[in-house]
């Protein structure tokens, strides 16, 4: 029995063991903590790297959507500018179509009931029918064709010869059509119809070539482009047709497309041409009334007052002396001087719109005697609405030359003084002045 039984431990080994096993079990539970810590680590990594890469893959996701979504939008754009732009390339081209179309569809029934052999079937006689309408009616439209491709390359000459040539040739379509369908020579509705389809193709070509040559300038330079002048409004033009017209021409002229300074730039010019006209006019009044005065007469002369004998004379009875005859006096008109007023009535009319003081240097009198008998000016408003130009402008000038805006002379009161008379006296049928006379 004491052979079965355990000896005794002591108890230090009891206590280190206790420890010892109480040391693994703190060990075993730190390390299952930390375990435990590291597989929730390890978890949350996997879900971060799982959000992470959801995340990424979402926002390329939407990156392909968006540029799917761009491409199909440029796709459309694409396809809308093509659209357009064909529109707009067609939509000029759309009537010389129609209107060749239509040309085409008149050659092609005449082939396919006259020309075409009547044992061919209808399929073959239709081909030949389209055929033969399509280079009849090719033949100007190539023609024209090229004339527009030259006048886009500003070959003026080659495009100009090239259209005449598309119209002597769709002249000659056009009396082939009209031959197809008139009835003898007499015309039907078919044959003038499908006569003018052929004839108004070049007017077409050259409508769409005009327009294209005018958009292609604009794109270059709008500089290149002869302006045509201003446009008047219709009431303008219907009060004052002859002066819209001929203001037209003066902004044509003058390459002016503002209509207001075009309007004032033309009555402007026109006010000038008219006073140069009267001054004009009253120089050769002037000079008329000069060439009109009675020049001084010289009396006649007797030649027997200057006869000198030829040869001796005989020795006659001498008469007695004839007592002289006795010639009356004869009185001269003389022309009759100007008077002063006279002098600055006509420096006046030689120098219209010129100050009093330039009149008077003029006329060679004083700038207050030329004040004095200056003819008055007209209201500054009567002037203005005769030329058409603003009052205020007229009212300037009067006041520079020293009269206000009614015309009145403002440096003298008493205003234009009579002109100088005198008494005359009829000599030889001719008024003369007694007192130009005594001078």
Known sequence: MKLLRRPPLDPAVIAAQAAARQAAAHAAIEQARLQAQLDRELREAAAEEARIKAAADEQERRRRDEARRQERAAARDRRRKGREEFLAKARPVLP?????????????????????????????????????????????????????????LRAHATAASLRRASWVIAGVVGVINYAHFADGMQPTAAAVAFALLSLLSPWLWGLHTRRAQHVQLLAEDANLIDEGGVEFSPQRRRAFPIRSWLAKRWSIDHYERDPRKAWEGYNAERATRKAERDARRAEQATAK??????????????????????????????????EPDVKPAVSRPRPRSLTTADKVA???????????????????????????????????????????????????????MGYGADGRDLTSASGPAPAETAPTKRVNGHPVELVEVAR
Do not use: C
């Open 346 to 400: 006509r420096a006046a009319a030689k120098m219209p719109g010129a100050t009093p003081a330039q009149i008077a240097a003029k006329a060679g009198v004083s700038e207050s005697t030329a004040r004095r008998y200056m003819p008055p000016l007209p209201p500054a408003a009567a002037v203005a609405q005769r030329f058409e130009v603003p009052e205020a402008t007229v009212t300037d000038q009067y006041a520079r």
């Open 289 to 322: 009334t000069e060439s009109d005065e009675p020049a001084e007469v010289e009396p006649p002369v007797d030649p027997w007052d200057y006869a000198v004998p030829i040869g001796p004379v005989p020795d006659l009875v001498t008469p007695p002396p004839a």
């Open 96 to 152: 010389l179509l129609l209107i060749n179309g239509g040309a085409a569809y008149a050659q092609a029934a005449y082939a396919f009931e006259h020309i075409a052999p009547g044992e061919w079937t209808w399929p073959a006689k239709l081909a030949f029918a389209v055929a033969f309408a399509a280079a009849l009616e090719s033949i100007a439209v190539y023609v024209q064709w090229h004339a527009h491709d030259a006048l886009m």
